[in-house]
Nanobody, 122 residues
Framework: VQLQASGGGLVQAGGSLRLSCAASGGTFSRYVMGWFRQAPGKEREFVAGISWRGGNTYYTDSVKGRFTISRDNAKNTVYLQMNSLKPEDTAIYFC????????????????WGQGTLVTVSS
């Protein structure tokens, strides 16, 4: 499966952005999907994950209550709605896919998009 992330940009603290990740070349509904991010000089970290049909979602603690992951299997797309953005959310955001159980660790995902940059100004 190929993944194409979009929707990043520059936003002021407290603002919102919605990221999208379009999948092609595979049966999208078979994949657990995740969003990760990587800030300059830091390791890639888990942000949010969603199960095959969207019934289960999970988040890293720092984004709980602010970010929402969702998916539309008819459109082969996963979304990340980001509200109340903070400067520490600044990073390149990556979507990832896994045919098995997914999870919160980088090595648990087999397919990765190219990333989209989110910059939050203070």
């Amino acid at each position: 499966v190929q993944l194409q992330a979009s929707g990043g940009g520059l936003v002021q603290a407290g603002g919102s952005l919605r990221l999208s990740c379009a999948a092609s070349g595979g049966t999208f509904s078979r994949y657990v999907m995740g969003w990760f991010r990587q800030a300059p000089g830091k390791e890639r970290e888990f942000v949010a994950g969603i199960s095959w049909r969207g019934g289960n979602t999970y988040y890293t603690d720092s984004v709980k209550g602010r970010f929402t992951i969702s998916r539309d299997n008819a459109k082969n797309t996963v979304y990340l709605q980001m509200n109340s953005l903070k400067p520490e959310d600044t990073a390149i955001y990556f979507c990832a896919a896994d045919l098995e159980l997914g999870g919160s660790r980088v090595f648990e995902y087999d397919y990765w998009g190219q990333g989209t940059l989110v910059t939050v100004s203070s």
